[in-house]
């Protein structure tokens, strides 16, 4: 028997229905407003890119409530995913450590002003629905060492497996053995 380590990223998006058992409202509500007023915000100054929602809580002209929502709904959700994942990775690995847990909404949008569909894009970037996270993962594993290597592809296959169906979507965006 040996211990094998996993790091893993990934980002998971909640379903609709779990946010709506704790929230009065949609999260998407808050992202299309955050996104109309970025727009605006991006259009009126002829910016190249949207800001971060951070950068609005020092603008004067946009409710501080939409910005102190966005921040409660992203809180919430970490809380939820980091739980999911809790519950439904630790019956098949011998620990599971987080090692951060970032709502995307709070980075950089991807998104470009002046395209077609940016403002769609820019408001499913700021619905703070979806979290990365990166985790470490320990298991015992009874293979010989010509079976090294083998840790990590079987950490990806179960993660996905696991927990599939308890988010919207599950992506891998990086594991490595460590």
Known sequence: MRFEKVLVI???QLKQEMLQQHLPCSAAVIGQSLAEYADDYARANKTGYYPAIEFFKTRDDIDP????SA????WL???LARQTIQRRLRPIFSSVQFRSVQTLAFTMPRVRPFKPDSVEMLAKHYTPDTV???LELSMMRRDRESDDG???P???KMMFRWLESEFESVQIAESRAI
């Open 10 to 12: 990934i980002e998971v």
């Open 65 to 68: 409530e939409l910005i102190a």
């Open 71 to 74: 921040e409660q709904v992203a």
């Open 77 to 79: 959700v970490a809380k």
């Open 132 to 134: 990365k996270v990166e």
């Open 150 to 152: 083998q840790a990590e």
């Open 154 to 156: 079987y950490a990806r």
